[in-house]
């Protein structure tokens, strides 16, 4: 019986870190100015007196979604804002429907853990067999390998494992 290679997950993770933000931007960017459909959300923090602004911001059309609300110095509450993360999920349902090369999802956190957030989205783009890459805290790691039944890839964090695995979910699988 001939050996067949296993297909490469399209589901993709880095472990978040340090600059893991600016790493998935580059490479979604760099993808679309070589001509791929990118779609999806990266996340953007800005530094204020009180700590930071979260938004999401569209691949495709560049809008901004504040997801972090504005608690006070001393709160101690999840500052994720539910209202952002709702009108942010408009643009992965979207992307679902227009069949991109790679989506990108800015995190798999919290609320994705728990089933909330933009987990019914990225089962939706899982299920069609569209790329997706993403990052995922330390903590909830193990949520992520429950949440994809093991059916993803960890990448490293540099550009070229990023692009490694993207071309090859691009590849077709040859005949046996």
């Given at each position: 019986?001939?050996?067949?290679?296993?297909?490469?997950?399209?589901?993709?993770?880095?472990?978040?870190?340090?600059?893991?933000?600016?790493?998935?931007?580059?490479?979604?960017?760099?993808?679309?100015?070589?001509?791929?459909?990118?779609?999806?959300?990266?996340?953007?923090?800005?530094?204020?007196?009180?700590?930071?602004?979260?938004?999401?911001?569209?691949?495709?059309?560049?809008?901004?979604?504040?997801?972090?609300?504005?608690?006070?110095?001393?709160?101690?509450?999840?500052?994720?804002?539910?209202?952002?993360?709702?009108?942010?999920?408009?643009?992965?349902?979207r992307a679902?429907g227009e069949?991109?090369?790679?989506?990108?999802?800015?995190?798999?956190?919290?609320?994705?853990?728990?089933?909330?957030?933009?987990?019914?989205?990225?089962?939706?783009?899982?299920?069609?067999?569209?790329?997706?890459?993403?990052?995922?805290?330390?903590?909830?790691?193990?949520?992520?390998?429950?949440?994809?039944?093991?059916?993803?890839?960890?990448?490293?964090?540099?550009?070229?494992?990023?692009?490694?695995?993207?071309?090859?979910?691009?590849?077709?699988?040859?005949?046996?």
């Amino acid at each position: 019986m001939p050996e067949t290679e296993t297909p490469t997950p399209t589901i993709a993770a880095l472990r978040s870190h340090e600059g893991v933000d600016a790493l998935i931007a580059d490479f979604a960017l760099a993808l679309i100015a070589r001509g791929w459909r990118v779609r999806g959300l990266l996340q953007e923090v800005n530094q204020t007196d009180h700590g930071c602004n979260v938004s999401l911001v569209d691949l495709e059309t560049g809008t901004r979604y504040p997801i972090s609300q504005e608690l006070g110095k001393f709160s101690a509450s999840c500052r994720v804002d539910p209202v952002g993360i709702a009108e942010a999920s408009a643009v992965m349902r979207r992307a679902a429907g227009e069949n991109p090369d790679l989506v990108i999802f800015n995190r798999f956190a919290g609320l994705e853990a728990s089933g909330q957030g933009l987990a019914a989205e990225m089962l939706t783009l899982m299920a069609d067999g569209i790329p997706l890459l993403t990052a995922v805290s330390p903590k909830h790691f193990d949520a992520w390998q429950n949440f994809t039944g093991g059916l993803y890839t960890e990448l490293a964090p540099n550009f070229t494992a990023l692009e490694r695995w993207f071309l090859a979910t691009r590849e077709a699988p040859t005949a046996p």
